[in-house]
């Protein structure tokens, strides 16, 4: 009886935890699983509402089983609740950045960009920065504004700084950085690590046979994270 209880009680936690997280949970969600995926958290709702209808009418139930071997596997099912509390204030930054971003041997940094082609179109492609991303063409030598992070590194060429933003297929986990390359004045000092809007002009220039995109920068101004932080 107690065991079923508690079985219970965790399908519970769960229902209530995957209703927030579809509901008013949906900002932090956003930043570990794209948007076209949440239709399984809500599947998931349902089949675990199930569970519970079964557990509370006595018909799931099986063999009698000891509660001290069951505890654990009860106790392990609730770490991702509690480890979601922690994992909504990581952020993918310039560390993430070293990791995944690719440098050929003279230490450039390359955007190893899978056809966008593969992603589709989403509420979120409308966006200037996955636009360009999409068609840089379109916008060679125009005046563009972009949102992304920026990243300043001693290894980059004097007065030029990156901006970035992190592309996923599904989740925080196969996120892929893409990013522009900024070409500033000496004056201009921007600081690392920090959203920012990127004012200036749009072009791309060839380095080992390869495009990257990059800003002539006209201006910089300091925002708050987007809600929607990735590039499409």
Known sequence: MLLRVLNTALLLIWIAFLSWLLTFGKNDLVRLLHPRLWWILGFALVVLSLFVVSLITGRGQSAKKSLLVELPGIAILLVPVFYFTIATDARLDEASLHNRVIQDEDGFFLNNLPPLELFGES??????????????????????????????????????????????????????????????????????????????????????????????????????????????
């Not at 125009?142 to 980059?156: I, P």
């Not at 700084?161 to 990013?179: G, K, N, Q, S």
């Not at 390359?181 to 380095?207: A, C, Y």
Request: aromatic residues 14%.
């Open 123 to 232: 509420e979120f492609s409308n966006m200037t920065f996955s636009e360009i991303l999409r068609a840089p063409e379109k916008y060679e030598n125009q005046d563009v504004e972009v949102v992304c992070q920026s990243f300043v590194n001693d290894d980059l060429p004097e007065n030029v700084a990156m901006c970035y933003r992190y592309l996923i297929t599904c989740c925080a986990a196969d996120a892929l950085p893409v990013f522009f390359f900024l070409m500033h004045d000496d004056e201009l000092e921007i600081e690392n690590n920090r959203w920012i809007r990127v004012r200036g002009q749009f072009s791309t220039f060839s380095n080992n046979d390869m495009e990257f995109p990059s800003i002539t920068v006209a201006g910089v101004e300091y925002v708050k994270e987007p809600t929607f932080p990735w590039a499409i």
